[in-house]
């Protein structure tokens, strides 16, 4: 099966719990498309950007999203939640299968630095399989900045990124512009699913491998179910970018080595940009 369809909401986020008006999304959205497979919310949609919140793995949050998943037999990946870990916070991304199981959690590369404070970047790159269907792969939110983050799920062998953000600064279309990238330098589907009031300013995206635009979001509440094609994804990456330019084998058959990757390197440009705080006022 080459075809699977995903639904990304787009939806008001407090900081407060929003576990019943996620129910209340996901139970209309599932009305209205009960052929959707997938289901994808929003960074921090469980409770905002409030490290108050924070919970250990398996806690209140994911039992309640496994019950959602399970109830309606969908694979959920329900954006992500502050998670407690060995005397750390962590930005955490569930993945949860139709009979209700945590297959994979995802913590945040890149926190969004100096503005995220006290989260704890993670060190491990996430991909996961939908049996007979294909392999998606996760980032949260600002890691969408860092290609290198993109290439290594997709040289792991990513066909869909799951993208779940919480952005609502005025760089917003900076945002776009990378996860519109990335789809197009990685071959790949992009569901760069954003939130609003707490947990962002909207225009969420959704990208084909080409890079194409499938949706456009608004600043207003968003259901968003779209029918991928694997099929699609497998063929721009062996034919090329709608049978042009074939990057993904370009790097791999490349002599280059890149100093910056090398172990040891250093750049004495990128030490006088000076320390990584809020910009301030100037006079």
């Known amino acids: ?9 787009q939806m008001h986020i407090t900081t407060h719990n929003n576990l019943p008006e996620m129910r209340k999304r996901l139970a209309l ?10 289901v994808l919310f929003s960074e921090l949609a ?63 590369m ?11 970047p993670g060190e491990d790159f996430c991909v996961f399989d939908v049996p007979n269907v294909g392999r998606f792969g996760l980032s949260i939110c600002y890691d969408v900045w860092f290609p290198e983050v993109t290439r290594t799920l997709a040289s792991m062998g990513a066909e869909v990124l799951i993208n779940p ?19 197009a330098m990685f071959q790949m589907y992009v569901f760069h699913i954003n939130g609003l009031l707490a947990g962002g300013n909207g225009y969420s995206q959704v990208f084909d491998p080409a890079g194409y635009c499938l949706h456009a979001g ?40 890149f100093p910056i990757y090398q172990e040891g390197y250093h750049s004495d440009y990128l030490e006088t940009l000076g320390p990584l705080e809020k910009a301030r006022r100037e006079r």
């Not at 009305?31 to 997938?38: A, D, G, I, L, T």
């Not at 917003?172 to 512009?177: L, V, Y």
Request: contains cysteine; hydrophobic residues 40%.
């Open 218 to 257: 608004c600043v207003q509440e968003e259901m968003i179910p779209i029918e991928v094609d694997f099929e699609l994804v497998r063929r721009q990456r062996q034919r090329g970018v709608l049978n042009m330019g074939q990057p993904l084998k370009s790097f791999r058959d490349s002599s280059v080595k």
């Open 29 to 38: 959205l599932m009305h209205m498309y009960p052929w959707v497979e997938m």
């Open 1 to 9: 099966m080459s075809k699977f369809a995903i639904a990304g909401i």
């Open 110 to 120: 890149f926190p969004f630095t100096p503005y995220e404070e006290g989260v704890t």
């Open 46 to 108: 469980a409770h905002g950007p409030v490290l108050h919140a924070t919970q250990p793995a398996g806690g209140e949050f994911e039992q309640a999203f496994c019950e959602m998943a399970k109830h309606y037999d969908i694979w959920l990946q329900p954006g992500t939640y502050f998670e407690s870990r060995d005397g750390k916070t962590y930005n955490t991304a569930p993945v949860i299968n139709p009979q209700g199981e945590v297959v994979t959690r995802y913590r945040k």
């Open 165 to 183: 953000v919480n952005a609502s600064f005025i760089d917003r279309g900076s945002d776009i512009a990378c996860a519109r990238a990335s789809a």
